[in-house]
């Protein structure tokens, strides 16, 4: 399984990014997808998930309404809509496939991480 992270970057708060994740070497949409992101000094935090065909998802309270998970199974490839973004989202921000209920942070929680994609927002 390999996972590559891509579209971090800096912004001000109140700003957008959009989060891709690329997936090979597995049946993508046979596997339901996690965001997670890593704060400077803390621990692993799950973000959201989406489920394999992408009808559920879930959103840790932090982020609600303000991030949109999605995935285009076509294109092997999951999605993170970030809007309104706060200087608390500053993170590492990494994708991962696998897990079940409830989503952990941890990563032997998940068959599969990637290296990450680094958020910043600052003014």
């Known amino acids: 399984i390999q996972l590559v992270e891509s579209g971090g970057g800096m912004v001000q708060p109140g700003g957008s990014l959009r989060l891709s994740c690329a997936a090979s070497g597995f049946t993508f949409s046979t596997y339901a997808m996690s965001w997670l992101r890593q704060a400077p000094e803390k621990g692993p935090e799950w973000v959201s998930a989406?489920?394999?065909?992408?009808?559920?998802?879930e959103y840790a309270d932090s982020v609600k309404g303000r991030f949109t998970i999605s995935r285009d199974n076509a294109k092997n490839t999951l999605y993170l809509q970030m809007n309104v973004l706060k200087p608390e989202d500053t993170a590492l921000y990494f994708c991962?496939?696998?897990?079940?209920?409830?989503?952990?942070?941890?990563?032997?929680?998940?068959?599969?991480w990637g290296q990450g994609t680094r958020v910043t927002v600052s003014s």
């Open positions: 989406i489920d394999a065909y992408g009808r559920t998802t």
């Open positions: 991962a496939a696998g897990g079940i209920r409830p989503w952990g942070s941890r990563r032997y929680e998940y068959d599969s």
